[in-house]
């Protein structure tokens, strides 16, 4: 029994094809997701108060995640420096590590904590904590890396 040549091509050129499909399988990702936050005010010097942030971030990826960079931000604070209890935020100024921590590892499923210190800042002419937290502010989470299985 002969097999013609193009039935020979036709079967390799499929089985090339099907082995290209099954190989490409998409890749597990990871995401990773603020779970809980909450802000409070700390005093760093006799009228200078700062704002704070402690809370938890989550994976909810189907990976396990690595180097999960968290901060803050302070949408309604000014960058007008003024002794009057009012939050000073620049957005464009470089983080520090205590503005922007890392979190380690986090496996799936799993929740860590993280700690953010000096997301604002406020200066009184009193010894008085300022009365109010800002309206609009945010933690997220700036970056993170998948874990090699």
Avoid at 61 to 83: A, H, P, Q, W
Wanted: proline share 5%; charged share 25%; with cysteine.
């Amino acid at each position: 029994m002969h097999i013609p040549d193009r039935t020979i091509v036709i079967c390799c050129l499929l089985m090339i094809l099907s082995v290209c499909l099954f190989s490409c399988e998409k890749p597990k990702q990871g995401k990773v997701v603020v779970s809980e936050y909450d802000f409070y005010i700390e005093r760093v010097t006799k009228t200078g108060f700062v704002l704070c942030a402690k809370g938890k971030v989550k994976n909810v990826g189907e990976v396990d995640v690595k180097k999960v960079v968290v901060t803050g931000n302070c949408l309604s604070c000014t960058e007008i420096i003024r002794y009057d209890g009012s939050w000073i935020h620049s957005p464009d100024a470089e983080k520090t590590a205590e503005q922007q921590p890392v979190i380690n590892y986090i496996p799936i499923g799993e929740e860590k904590e993280f700690m953010i210190e000096n997301i604002a800042y406020a200066g009184t002419t009193s010894r008085q904590k300022p009365e109010n937290i800002p309206e609009n502010l945010e933690i997220i989470v700036v970056s993170f890396e998948t874990a090699s299985q």
